[in-house]
């Protein structure tokens, strides 16, 4: 059987490389640029969201909120960062950049696995990063996350968190209060 490819609005090729997680709107898979031209062999983060055929256009706005605030807040070092996106038929394809090293959810589980403990600098500077994405994003692009847990934050290949799936997230205006 071939592999699944994809072509990105842009004209990038994409193989099909592996499924990475599955969430309640979508699922993820990692895949690999193709082709002469760019940087092929790299990999990405392909997500896949699924949306309701009946209620298309409100389901559509929804997902766009979420682009958005991913393409707003990928210029911070600790957030994934946004590509691009397009939608065939029903289903919308969001391109964001690959982490290595998967979720803190699964990067703390394994440490569980082995007996082994995060040491406190480490536990202290994954703080700062999270706490400077979230600075960010709330004071300067006004987006609130809304979903923070160890599987929505990710793990790249140096060991930096990168915050990720916007799904939830919401923009407030400045001086604005949520609720």
């Keep these: 059987m071939a592999p699944r490819t994809y072509t990105t609005p842009q004209g990038m090729t ?15 898979m990692a895949v ?10 790299q990999i990405y983060c392909l997500k896949k969201i699924r949306l ?6 409100a389901e559509k706005q929804v997902a766009l909120r979420e682009v958005d605030a991913m393409r707003r807040a990928g210029d911070h070092p600790n957030v994934v960062s946004f590509y691009e ?16 090293n998967k979720s803190l959810d699964t990067f703390l589980k394994k440490y569980a ?7 406190e600098t480490k536990v202290h500077h994954f703080c700062e990063e999270l706490a400077g994405a979230l600075a960010y994003c709330h004071d300067t692009l006004g987006v609130m996350h809304r979903d923070i847990k160890p599987a929505n934050v990710l793990v790249d290949d ?3 968190l ?10 407030v205006e400045p001086g604005a209060l949520a609720q």
Aim: proline content about 1%.
């Design 158 to 160: 140096l060991g930096s």
């Design 14 to 28: 994409l193989e099909y490389v592996e499924d990475i997680g599955k969430g309640n709107f979508g699922t993820a």
């Design 113 to 119: 696995v082995e007996g082994r403990h995060i040491s």
């Design 85 to 100: 996106h397009w939608f065939h038929t029903t289903t919308l394809y969001v391109l964001m950049e690959h982490a290595a």
């Design 52 to 57: 309701d055929a009946v209620n298309f256009e």
């Design 162 to 171: 990168r915050l990720a799936d916007f799904g939830l997230s919401r923009t």
């Design 32 to 41: 690999r640029r193709t082709g002469r031209t760019g940087r092929p062999g």
